[in-house]
């Protein structure tokens, strides 16, 4: 990531005021309901979100302190905790969104400098930066404000926010892609991110969070101008 980590930090705080200020206007019956991903209701998505906040804690703690202290326990853990909160009342699932938030970000003030370059392990197994802990957070609380599927769309996303989801997100899918199917994806006053092997003259131009819906299975497409064949992506985490 090429985002200081101020930035960052910026982002995930804005982000969580966005979320709970959607999280506090949920009904009951609301939280029960589908969230926008499938098998989860509100409730799973809101019990995640905590818990990824707790999760990301861990990995704070770790870079602070030099002592491994994983994402989580074992492998059930995350589907265990979940499940077990998912059907909690709208006042205590509000109140875990909200004092995790507040764990992560006194975590995240209490590193300094030099703990910021210590190496850690995320959920999917790789070796990272701890600096690179607060991007995790970024795409947690915006991506799943849109997951909560309360009218809130991928437009909402800041655009410097968006873009670096895009650069984020095709630089994964670029090692996934069919050979010599990817396309060259622009928006206006950000640049060209290169996904895959484009064939010549396959862009796909449009605004960041519109690019950033698309390439993250959140709509998006008819936003987009597409020059050539649309390329088939893989489905992101």
């Known amino acids: 990531m090429k985002v200081s980590v101020a930035t960052l930090l910026d982002w995930v705080e804005d982000g969580q005021f966005a979320l709970q200020r959607a999280v506090d206007a949920l009904t009951a019956d609301a939280v029960t309901e589908p969230s926008a991903l499938p098998g989860w209701t509100r409730g799973h998505l809101l019990t995640h979100l905590a818990r990824n906040a707790d999760a990301l804690v861990n990995l704070l703690t770790w870079a602070r302190t030099g002592i491994r202290t994983p994402m989580y326990a074992s492998p059930d853990q995350r589907a265990t905790d979940i499940e077990a909160g998912a059907g909690r009342p709208p006042t205590e699932q509000r109140a875990d969104v909200r004092e995790s938030a507040a764990r992560f970000r006194k975590a995240a003030e209490a590193l300094s400098g030099d703990a910021w370059s210590a190496t850690v392990v995320s959920g999917q197994g790789r070796e990272i930066p701890a600096s690179e802990v607060p991007w995790l957070r970024v795409r947690e609380v915006w991506i799943h404000l ?16 968006a873009w670096a989801l895009v650069r984020d997100v095709a630089g994964w ?5 069919e050979p010599d199917a990817g396309a060259e994806l622009t928006a206006e006053g950000h640049g060209t991110v290169v996904l895959g092997t484009p064939c010549t003259g396959v862009t796909v131009t449009g605004p960041p969070y519109a690019l950033a819906a698309w390439l993250t299975g959140r709509g998006g497409i008819d936003e987009l101008l597409v020059t050539g064949e649309l390329p088939g992506i893989p489905r992101w985490l």
Request: proline share 5%; aromatic share 0%; glycine share 10%.
């Open 146 to 161: 849109v997951d909560l599927d309360v009218g809130v769309g991928m437009d909402v996303l800041p655009s410097d926010l």
């Open 173 to 177: 899918m670029s090692a996934r892609v």
